[in-house]
T-cell receptor
């Protein structure tokens, strides 16, 4: 089945540690996105990528980094510079430049601080 | 970054009742989307709206794209227990980049 796979489901980070969240899609989508969700709030855009080897900052990019070396993969690194990393992280993908093809989401990774 | 104003924040209803929620914005959007999120999972797309004034149904769900392009509503008729969850509206303004702006969500609880 085609879809978006995020791993791990749960992740724990120690103070001062970088961690990387995985997002893989087999939908052949060009565009991929990372969102952060805090309790009682909607999703906020961290980074997005419309094509391999290119990505742009979203609204809350500070303390995060991404790479897009392959079309199907868009990993997110939460760096030690992100002082409040505890949140639910969601990855999405879509067909590029098609407003009638909305974003579809993975099942998320919950990150907590030890 | 901007977030849409979604209301109500939470609803407690009896099974079988109809539900209505809405989103408003100070900015114009080209597309309105409605998603449902179950605990510990990612949002699932319910309805997508692409034209101002458009009224679209998906089973017991009906959504409308406001004429001013600054608002949208979602109605659920004859609610059932599996409707429980958090509903999010999302607006898309920029063609191509397809960046979405989300509402804060409406948490729906149903008493059997």
């Amino acid at each position: 089945d085609g879809g978006i796979t995020q791993s791990p489901k749960y992740l724990f980070r120690k103070e001062g540690q970088n961690v990387t969240l995985s997002c893989e899609q087999n939908l052949n989508h060009d565009a991929m996105y990372w969102y952060r969700q805090d309790p009682g709030q909607g999703l906020r855009l961290i980074y997005y990528s419309q094509i391999v080897n290119d990505f742009q900052k979203g609204d809350i990019a500070e303390g995060y980094s991404v790479s897009r070396e392959k079309k199907e993969s868009f990993p997110l690194t939460v760096t030690s510079a992100q002082k409040n990393p505890t949140a639910f992280y969601l990855c999405a993908s879509s067909i590029r430049d098609r407003v009638d093809q909305p974003q579809h989401f993975g099942d998320g990774t919950r990150l907590s601080i030890l | 970054g901007q977030q849409l104003n979604q209301s109500p924040q939470s609803m407690f209803i009896q099974e079988g009742e109809d539900v209505s929620m809405n989103c408003t914005s100070s900015s114009i959007f080209n597309t309105w989307l409605w998603y449902k999120q179950d605990p510990g999972e990612g949002p699932v797309l319910l309805i997508a709206l692409y034209k101002a004034g458009e009224l679209t149904s998906n089973g017991r769900l009906t959504a409308q794209f406001g004429i001013t392009r600054k608002d949208s509503f979602l109605n659920i008729s004859a609610s059932i227990p599996s409707d429980v969850g958090i509903y999010f509206c999302a607006g898309q303004r920029v063609q191509g980049a397809q960046k979405l702006v989300f509402g804060q969500g409406t948490r729906l609880t149903i008493n059997p």
